[in-house]
């Protein structure tokens, strides 16, 4: 399979996606931090959230491998195996009406510096094959107060009897769903200045 570089994935983002309206440092946080290798039977693309939150708040719920179900609605159970480090393996337990009941998952990457952190789907029932994703975190400036800006990216095989648009658009769906859930769980804990660590919670 033809493997296309990381300058070939801000290319193909670019011409399939257009800017989005991404201005010039969005940009640059997705050429330096959403890299994928992308095989010529797959699909990507990059989410961008803006959320009225501290950066360090948002943080302590992305980077807890252990606890998706912290801020992601469509997880019922996890189960991760040994400590949060590069490797780690999780078991994830899917919500009724998805068409997905399990997920196996390692961390492949937890940046506590760059707030970076990255997962890739390893097994499962579910049709999400080659499922890779990496999620940024960013501060900005939002009226004023300390905010934050999520990117997140992925890559994913595009499923037998299905298009590249009709994968791109049902995983979109699902990670919206999810970075809607991070903001409003992290400005709920924001206004409450419920700033302790997440797991004491």
């Not at 997705?30 to 290798?37: D, F, P, R, S």
């Not at 693309?45 to 807890?64: C, E, F, N, Q, Y």
């Not at 996890?78 to 196996?104: F, H, M, N, W, Y």
């Amino acid at each position: 399979m033809k493997k296309l570089n990381s300058l070939m994935v801000v290319w193909f983002v670019k011409m399939s996606f257009g800017n989005n309206g991404y201005n010039s440092l969005e940009m640059d946080y997705i050429k330096k931090h959403h890299k994928h290798q992308i095989a010529d039977n797959q699909c990507t693309s990059v989410l961008l959230k803006h959320i009225k939150a501290p950066v360090h708040l948002v943080w302590s719920l992305v980077r807890r491998f252990d606890q998706p179900q912290k801020y992601k609605p469509f997880v019922s159970r996890c189960v991760a195996q040994g400590s949060l480090e590069i490797g780690s393996l999780r078991e994830v337990d899917v919500k009724s009406g998805l068409p997905a009941t399990t997920s196996t998952e390692r961390l492949e990457l937890l940046d506590d510096d760059q707030h970076i952190f990255s997962v890739r789907i390893i097994g499962g029932d579910h049709r999400l094959r080659n499922y890779s994703s990496i999620i940024s975190v960013h501060p900005e400036i939002i009226e004023g107060r300390p905010g934050t800006l999520v990117v997140e990216s992925f890559v994913v095989d595009v499923p037998e009897g299905n298009t590249k648009d009709e994968t791109c658009y049902f995983v979109q769906a699902l990670i919206k769903c999810n970075l809607k859930s991070l903001a409003d769980v992290s400005e709920r804990l924001a206004v409450q200045d419920r700033t302790e660590p997440i797991d004491r919670m």
